[in-house]
């Protein structure tokens, strides 16, 4: 029996994507989740000034993922965020 743990991912979208194109980044990772695990909630944040700057941007685009999935996706969810270009930042946690 395969346990399911609960986790919480936050993701930030480049800002100079446009509005189809950031949607577009948002809904391939909520695809992938959903492949592998179950959505609990999404919540979109939009653009927000980083705390820092992160490769010569100053502002991101946030989404916030509640899901729950087997021990071992998060390490696939998270070698996908570092792949994609569109992403500048990511974090997972177990809850």
Known sequence: ????????????VNPDLDEEKTNAVV?????????????ESVD??????????????????????????KSDFPAELDRNYKISEDILRSIIIKK
């Open 27 to 39: 809904d391939k990772f909520k695809a992938l989740i959903e492949s592998a695990g179950t959505i």
């Open 44 to 69: 979109v944040w939009g653009k927000r000034k980083l705390a820092y700057e992160i490769a010569k941007k100053t502002e991101g685009y946030y989404v916030l993922v509640n899901f729950s999935s």
């Open 1 to 12: 029996m395969e346990i399911i743990n609960n986790y919480e991912t936050i993701f930030i």
